[in-house]
Nanobody
């Protein structure tokens, strides 16, 4: 069965950095593009960044461009999100999933990121 296990979140001051990890299982990870999404309190889930199946080609939301970097390790079935220069508005629960249009209806527990002084 499909599983997404996100980790690496926490409380960080504005301007700080975090590296999120998402270990996946239950599907052919290396065959699919992957994305990170986030959901802030009272808001809909939004797309943060995407990476193609083989890595190397990525895209990101305008709000995080130049600050967040998505990467993957197909040997470990893991996708990462390096987040630098964090801002209070980055506070959210972060999730990984297959990129659209392959996104599963199932979501992992996510990892909480809180940016506050």
């Amino acid at each position: 069965q499909v599983q997404f296990v996100e980790s690496g979140g926490g409380l960080v001051q504005p301007g700080g950095s975090l590296r999120l990890s998402c270990v996946t299982s239950g599907f052919s990870f290396s065959s699919y593009p992957m994305s990170w999404y986030r959901q802030a309190p009272g808001k809909e889930r939004e797309l943060v960044a995407t990476i193609i199946s083989g890595g190397g080609v990525t895209s990101s939301a305008d709000s995080v461009k130049g600050r967040f970097t998505i990467s993957r390790d197909n040997a470990k079935n893991t996708v990462y999100l390096q987040m630098n220069s964090l801002k209070p508005e980055d506070t959210a629960v972060y999730y990984c999933n297959r990129a659209r249009p392959f996104t599963y209806n199932y979501w992992g527990q996510g990892t909480q990121v809180t940016v506050s002084s």
